[in-house]
């Protein structure tokens, strides 16, 4: 019988479960046992009570740690704490967003142990991956949230009315990057009455753009564009990024928000927001960046914090959908059912590299590294 262990979160902040009632009750009636850490689902709306009529075990670590014996597929957020892995048997597989980018100490936990893992964030993107890309399912909210903390901060309203008083603008908003966070944030703030324009390296996403009524912001026409890689933008070259911010100066003289979405999986992001172009922004202007865990694309933005820089409001928005945890949980936890089902032969999970998502993504089987070079990355930050 396959045993699933959905642990507490311990990372600082972390709101979000990897499982819930309903996914809880799917991988049980698949015949599979689900064991749930005592309060694992609290912070995102779930209570130990729902899980249990769903079907699974609420489980103690300070007072019953006998399952742990057991080869189990561990569901997880981030990878759990070095004590809840020293206690894991041989054979246990973790699945989750493992950032396993020049994760040291997480490649040595496993080779220890004898842990497979399947990092989320490598999974290719293909069509038959879509179901599974918690990546997206992630980026999707943390767009969605980025201007609404923006609409907050700004001192405009972000739609057009006409008052007695007379007419107030709509607020410009300049979305970089239109990846799944930077569609859903032009879908949002046109919902909240923006005018909205968008700057990206890739000219393909144009029409999905235009689609969403924003207007593109055309690329340096004397520098080779960049392309993609597996559904993501490949870096850029300085040139190019230098022609990009020139073009962007004038429009960011203009905007009352800007939001950065630009990032290279493994890689630091892009800086393409400048001191010199923040210094043309207006007071009251609003920035929110939510690449800025892997080093920011805005100058001076700080993970966590909210930074006056000359009137501007510089917000460092990582880890948004931890703000949204019930949604992001229901969303991410799908993301792993759809992952796990096909992988479950006769009731046992079936790790072939034959598959191309599970050959791109399985970083450890039984201890032994198979994609050394993320470990050995120097990450994003």
Do not use: W
Not at 81 to 110: D, F, M
Not at 353 to 377: A, C, H, M, P, Y
């Amino acid at each position: 019988m396959t045993s699933f262990f959905i642990p507490l979160e311990t990372a600082s902040g972390e709101t979000r479960v990897a499982a819930t009632p309903e996914t809880v009750k799917k991988l049980s009636s698949l015949g599979s046992e689900v064991f749930i850490e005592k309060g694992a689902g609290l912070l995102a709306g779930f209570n130990d009570e729902s899980f249990q009529k769903a079907g699974a075990e609420i489980v103690c670590l300070t007072s019953n740690e006998s399952f742990l014996r057991k080869s189990l597929i561990v569901l997880c957020l981030s990878a759990p704490n070095q004590e809840l892995l020293s206690k894991l048997s041989h054979g246990s597989v973790l699945i989750g967003l493992l950032a396993p980018y020049g994760n040291k100490e997480l490649e040595a936990s496993l080779k220890k142990k004898g842990l497979s893992a399947l990092a989320l964030e490598l999974l290719p993107r293909i069509s038959r991956a879509q179901s599974a890309d918690a990546l997206s399912s992630q980026a999707n909210i943390a767009g969605y949230k980025s201007v609404l903390i923006a609409a907050a901060a700004l001192d405009r309203y972000f739609p057009m009315l006409m008052t007695a008083a007379g007419t107030v603008q709509p607020a410009k908003v300049v979305v970089l990057g239109a990846g799944v966070a930077g569609l859903q944030a032009i879908a949002t703030a046109k919902r909240l009455g923006a005018v909205v324009y968008v700057s990206d390296i890739r000219l393909a996403v144009k029409e999905q753009v235009e689609s969403l009524g924003a207007k593109f912001i055309n690329l340096p026409k004397e520098v080779e564009n960049p392309s993609e890689s597996g559904g993501y933008a490949k870096q850029a070259s300085e040139e190019f990024l230098l022609a990009q911010r020139k073009l962007l100066m004038d429009q960011l003289a203009d905007a009352d928000v800007a939001i950065c979405t630009a990032q290279v999986p493994g890689k630091r992001a892009p800086n393409l927001i400048s001191e010199e172009m923040l210094d043309k922004m207006r007071p009251g202007a609003v920035v929110v960046d939510l690449a800025v865990s892997q080093g920011g694309n805005c100058s001076h933005t700080k993970p966590s914090q909210t930074i006056l820089r000359k009137g501007v409001k510089l917000i460092g928005a990582n880890d948004l959908p931890r703000t949204v945890s019930n949604h992001a949980s229901a969303l991410y936890s799908r993301n792993l059912l759809a992952l796990i089902r096909p992988l479950l032969k006769d009731n046992e999970l079936c790790l072939s590299t034959e598959d191309e998502l599970i050959d791109g993504s399985l970083i450890s089987k039984d201890g032994v590294i198979r994609i050394s070079q993320v470990f050995n990355s120097g990450g994003g930050n």
